[in-house]
């Protein structure tokens, strides 16, 4: 099935709110809607789902979404799973997501790029996962020789490269011309599905190139800067670094 509902936040991470028509309404376990219209992320590659509020213009009801999710190409809105009464197809709502709270994964998310630019263009290790959550995330990299002084000195340079102003650039291409790009060959794009016609890029100029499907800031400046939390051994290949944003990480729990 072909996806009906415009997506947003692939076009426009700073998005925040959009009118929107209820598409469908799925009843369950935990009531999903379906929006001709969305700026909801519905979470993958490590980015977790936005959250936030549908309104209804009629009456000035409002629902709390939990999470979002694709499905069948849709981005479903989960409501909360006590939630009685839900919206029905051809409401007229308005669709608010948490901006301050996505605003951080989008941070935290360039953060993370900025930090496989780094540990490729260095090192030459590749970047094997990753996750993360408003403010901290973590990635792991086939980085045999990672030590706590060579973590330092990626933290140094990473706040370099954050604070060198880097534009970040989001581009959909055609999947043969993105397979031509060798940067891209690092980050596996070959292990994605035969089916996928086009392949989303996020560029940081000078600096990483992915494919990505994540939302993230125009410019590493918005990011400001870094700090390593933590490191780990998986095993003798495989590394973890654990980074927060520095103003996050200094903020109470
Ligand atoms: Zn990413």
Not at 134 to 150: C, H, K, N, Q, V
């Amino acid at each position: 099935m072909t996806a009906v509902g415009e997506q947003l936040c692939y076009v426009d991470a700073y998005a925040t709110t959009t009118e929107a028509r209820v598409v469908a309404v799925e009843a369950g376990h935990a009531v999903g809607v379906v929006l001709d219209r969305t700026v909801f992320y519905p979470g993958g590659g490590g980015q977790p789902s936005d959250r936030g509020l549908i309104l209804r213009a009629g009456d000035g009801r409002t629902w709390t979404v939990r999470a979002a999710r694709k499905a069948e190409g849709e981005i479903v809105h989960d409501l909360e799973p006590d939630a009685t009464d839900p919206p029905a197809a051809g409401d007229l709502v308005t669709v608010d997501l948490d901006w301050a709270r996505r605003h951080a994964l989008m941070r935290t998310h360039t953060a993370l790029h900025a930090l496989c630019g780094v540990v490729w263009r260095d090192y030459g290790a590749q970047v094997t996962g990753g996750n993360m959550e408003p403010g901290a995330g973590r990635m792991d990299f086939e980085f045999e020789r990672m030590s706590g002084d060579l973590v330092d000195t990626i933290e140094a340079t990473v706040n370099a490269e954050l604070a060198a102003e880097r534009d970040v650039r989001v581009d959909v291409l055609p999947r043969a011309e993105a397979f031509a790009i060798p940067d891209l060959i690092r980050t596996k794009v070959n292990l994605l599905p035969e089916g996928i016609e086009t392949i989303r890029i996020i560029e940081i100029v000078g600096l990483d190139l992915q494919a990505d499907g994540g939302t993230h800031v125009a410019n590493t400046r918005e990011v400001g800067r870094i700090r390593v939390t933590g490191y780990e051994s998986k095993g003798r290949i495989n590394k973890r670094i654990r980074i927060a944003l520095e103003d996050q990480a200094r903020a109470p729990a």
